[in-house]
């Protein structure tokens, strides 16, 4: 904007309820304030890319334009925050800065919690959630479900429902709820992701339905969430 005699402080002395909003790559100062990045590039260094794909692949780049529409979308929140601000608190304008890079960064969410609390940047997991189980995709008949069991109660109604059916093959599945309780809260299904997910995999109660059918059944009793696709 500066060189385009539009530079924020000296707009706002000439114009003092103007807001000026600014949508940088990596913000207005420091090394890469100038770095050509694009969106993909944003995406990379705004931690985005690394943990996305399977374990033994190489990261995958999300699909859309993440940081640049997450960016677009925090900076159209601020502008109207700002100017609320000015008829109603303030009485001037602002100059409202949204860095891409930044924005992106916040995305994150439980992934930058668990990097700050272990000390470790996460891992690639494919479609597991890294703090949920079982919160993936499983096959069916015909397609695919996103099952998101999101707390120890509907993983016990998922227990009830799927255990003593005799629809496994014989692969593990326990045959009471009961034999399920070491696993009924979150905390410890999640240290036992795999073995939860390589018990649920090869489950006829899944691969012997269509998707169709399992997201019917589940739209009527709502036990927990299943998305098909």
């Given at each position: 904007?500066?060189?385009?005699?539009?530079?924020?402080?000296?707009?706002?002395?000439r114009?003092?309820?103007?807001?000026?909003?600014?949508?940088?790559?990596?913000?207005?100062d420091?090394?890469?304030?100038?770095?050509?990045v694009?969106?993909?590039?944003?995406?990379?260094?705004?931690?985005w890319?690394?943990p996305?794909?399977?374990?033994?692949?190489?990261?995958?780049t999300p699909?859309?334009?993440l940081?640049?529409?997450?960016?677009?979308?925090y900076?159209?929140?601020?502008?109207?925050q700002a100017?609320?601000?000015r008829?109603?608190t303030?009485?001037?304008?602002?100059?409202?800065?949204?860095s891409?890079?930044?924005?992106?960064?916040?995305?994150?969410?439980?992934?930058?919690?668990n990097?700050?609390v272990?000390?470790?940047?996460?891992?690639?997991?494919?479609?597991?959630?890294?703090?949920?189980?079982?919160?993936?995709?499983?096959?069916?008949?015909?397609g695919?479900i996103m099952?998101?069991?999101g707390?120890?109660q509907?993983?016990?109604?998922f227990?009830?429902?799927?255990c003593?059916?005799?629809?496994c093959?014989g692969r593990?599945?326990?045959?009471s709820?009961?034999?399920?309780?070491?696993?009924?809260t979150?905390?410890?299904a999640?240290e036992f992701?795999?073995?939860?997910?390589?018990?649920?995999?090869p489950?006829?109660?899944?691969l012997?339905?269509?998707v169709?059918?399992?997201?019917a059944?589940?739209?009527?009793q709502?036990?927990?969430?299943?998305s098909?696709?």
């Open positions: 904007l500066a060189n385009f005699g539009l530079a924020p402080s000296p707009m706002a002395g114009f003092p309820k103007l807001s000026i909003f600014s949508v940088p790559n990596c913000g207005q420091g090394p890469d304030s100038d770095a050509p694009n969106d993909i590039g944003l995406s990379a260094r705004g931690g890319t690394y996305v794909g399977e374990p033994s692949r190489e990261p995958l699909p859309g334009s940081a640049q529409y997450v960016g677009g979308l900076a159209a929140i601020a502008a109207m100017l609320f601000a008829d109603f303030l009485g001037h304008g602002q100059h409202v800065d949204v891409l890079l930044e924005a992106t960064l916040a995305t994150l969410i439980n992934q930058a919690q990097a700050f272990t000390g470790h940047a996460p891992g690639r997991r494919g479609n597991a959630h890294p703090n949920i189980v079982p919160y993936q995709v499983f096959a069916t008949a015909d695919h099952l998101t069991i707390n120890d509907q993983f016990q109604r227990c009830a429902m799927t003593g059916t005799r629809h093959f593990g599945w326990p045959a709820l009961e034999a399920w309780q070491h696993f009924m979150q905390i410890i999640v992701q795999i073995e939860i997910a390589g018990i649920i995999n489950c006829e109660i899944l012997a339905r269509p169709r059918e399992r997201v059944r589940h739209v009527q709502r036990p927990y969430h299943v098909g696709f």
